[in-house]
């Protein structure tokens, strides 16, 4: 069992920053892939990015390339940034954990744990 812990999130104006983050309780990311997806009101889930902890390969949707980055911080902590942030970005954010391997990551049934989400707001 991963128990994964999101924060960061917060109110900020267009064009603003944030950095998320995602710790795991008790044990690494190793041999794990790390996503982020988020959901907006009355919308489905979505993938934002992930990146697979043993070589820190990483992807992107494309909604956000250019403007998010995902990165390892440490064994057990990965990171969000967040930047030119438009009021479409506006979403709670998950971090989930799943197998490196097979699949693409890029669908929510890759992984297995979840986190609580931290809400992201952007005010135009």
């Known amino acids: 069992q991963v128990q994964l812990v999101e924060s960061g999130g917060g109110l900020v104006q267009a064009g603003g920053s944030l950095r998320l983050t995602c710790a795991a309780a008790?044990?690494?990311?190793?041999?794990?892939?790390v996503g982020w997806f988020r959901q907006a009101p009355g919308k489905e889930r979505e993938f934002v990015a992930r990146?697979?902890?043993?070589?820190?390969?990483s992807a992107y949707a494309d909604s956000v390339k250019g403007r998010f980055t995902i990165s390892r911080e440490n064994a057990n902590t990965g990171n969000l940034q967040m930047s030119s942030l438009k009021p479409e970005d506006t979403a709670v954010y998950y971090c989930?954990?799943?197998?490196?391997?097979?699949?693409?990551?890029?669908?929510?049934?890759?992984?297995?744990?979840w986190g609580q989400g931290t809400q992201v707001t952007v005010s135009s």
């Open positions: 989930a954990a799943g197998s490196a391997y097979p699949g693409d990551g890029y669908n929510s049934r890759d992984y297995f744990y």
């Open positions: 990146i697979r902890w043993s070589d820190g390969r």
């Open positions: 008790g044990r690494t990311f190793n041999n794990y892939r």
